[in-house]
DNA sequence: CTGAAAGCGCTAACAA
DNA sequence: TTGTTAGCGCTTTCAG
């Protein structure tokens, strides 16, 4: 299925006539060839089906790549912890070419702190970049800095409208919230729905979730165009405002049903009300793989969970940039959109 | 993150007042060393915290690797076809570290041709092996020979009962068939149940959905104790004789939703049934990503599919082997589980 | 039991 | 414009 390789820049050579030196020019493309040995040497490449090992190469320029990650910093159990785990992984792979990956972190609500770790990627001199953008238009300045320097990046969990970056893992959120829709009503007669959402003071920052709600909404209308879709805010920093919020809400939606559905990764928030409250007559879903969110799935607070491998996305950034870097090889698709886990209590101790 | 590990073996051998020479002797454990040379040298290794650089290694002791995978042979559009993939992947993977990979068919209704893939392989003197195994004496013969070469070998899929393989990469066929009872009753009154099987001719081959099979009658039990189950048996080569038995099974079933499962790949025996009949009343669930069964998805005639990626599984074996030739590190995990993933017609077009 | 030395295939500086 | 050469870090004879 593959060739045994064997022809070296040695066999090139001498059946060019030339010597390795030369050989190694027209491979990198350091000029100083003549027209002519250039192009036997080229034919003579083809002919042999030579194949550089790079094993040697790398060893031979011991050149000192580095990739820097930019990500929202977390705390335990929060949705950027899987990524990190990505990112470690992606390392794993990284290192065995000798590259080097760092994660530089920010506080996703502070536009100065995200303008700090830009800064510092930059100062670092990274041969490639991973970014999780929050931030629209310093990241579009900042990503136009990376493309004057010819350094490539890669988005991941989303992206912008720029076009210069090398690729993109991420999850399609239209379709996600499309998707959650279908799971939520599964079929049944819904008359009202509660999308809870998080208060967040948004000075500068794209809301992440906007699109999936499109998504979510338009199914309702498509499928339940009587269907009620009531929205109610929750402060993640007050547990006691959270619980008055949603026992309003409760009293005002008359079906003892109700249908409940969170587009972030904090659908635990529900799932501990619920819980504390012995509610267990409502249908639930929400997204992503915290583990209260898992302990809830499995407790039945929670139906359903919408999951990504935002591990595999942040890897696979990492993989695309390593292989850039070494074989020249530029990923195969540009955009890359990861699947949408559907979990339940059944299958969900198999997911990570 | 990583230190950038420019300690080399030469620094080694001189803070131990030695020669590379010895210290690669102790790295590689081929004797010859005193005791105290030895001791010394495991010190200095420690302390300076030397990372052996594996280009070097490999480049140096230019080795010729190469990993067999044996598995059925299929015609387009089968099940094995997205395994076959997952090998193209894998090999891509493995190629980057010198090592190649080639792929032994065999067909899994024919213990003759087992024989002479197996045969094959081991003549072609493997450095590692990922099988699929069907035959199940036939392998364990096989892997204890394995096992006394010294070639390790990683299951795919299905694994049996012996101890000495390096990994497996498959899924909880007990828990799919359980999960899988869980979509397709979906909290609704159900009184019959049609598993449709696949007749074959079992000389000396284990059946590999048996075990998900009783993962679904036990739910079935548990859940629906009064439900009856019944078995319907087609033919894989007979397209009449398939729908006079659906056509007598409908017959025989008072309820007007139906509700159908099969435990292998091929649900779109029944999906075409039903299309051809114009019957879209049924509930049916099925396995694997085929492209005939998204089409069912799609079309909804099937309701649901569990799959998994059994193209992951197959570079993951790969990737196992190739590690442990290159960078002798066993997998993490010996037995990995991969996840059941539930798929509609709302997320299947991100499946692959 | 140990050290010296010759590569593995490739890169890059230096001569020519 | 080209050839020569000294490594990169490790393995493996071959002497001692």
Known sequence: MKENCKITINDVARAAGVSKGTVDRVLHDRGEVSAKSREKILRVIEELGYRPNFYASILALRKNYSIACIIPEFNEGEFWELTEKGILQGQDYASRFGITVNAYMY???????????????????????????????ETLKFVKELSDRQIPYVYIDSKLEDDGYLAYYGMPMYQSGYLCADILTDGREVRNVHIIRIERDKRGL?????????????????????????????????????????????????????????CNSRVHFVADYLKDRGIMTCRVVGFDVLERNLSALREGYVQALIAQHSDRQAAAAITAITDLLILHAPPQKKDNYTQMDILNRYNCDYYI
Chains 1, 2 share one sequence.
Do not use: W
């Open 206 to 262: 794209s809301d992440p979730t906007v699109t999936r709600r499109t998504g979510f909404i338009d199914y309702i209308a498509e499928h339940y165009p009587d269907c009620r879709i009531s929205n109610i805010f929750l402060d993640p920093k007050n547990r006691d405002a959270r619980y008055e919020k949603l026992d309003r809400m409760f009293e005002a939606d008359p079906d003892t049903e109700k249908y409940i559905v969170m």
């Open 107 to 137: 506080d996703q609500y502070d536009l100065d702190s995200f303008q700090n770790a830009c800064a510092k990627v930059l100062s670092s001199g990274p041969s490639g970049v991973v970014i999780a953008p929050m931030f629209r238009n």
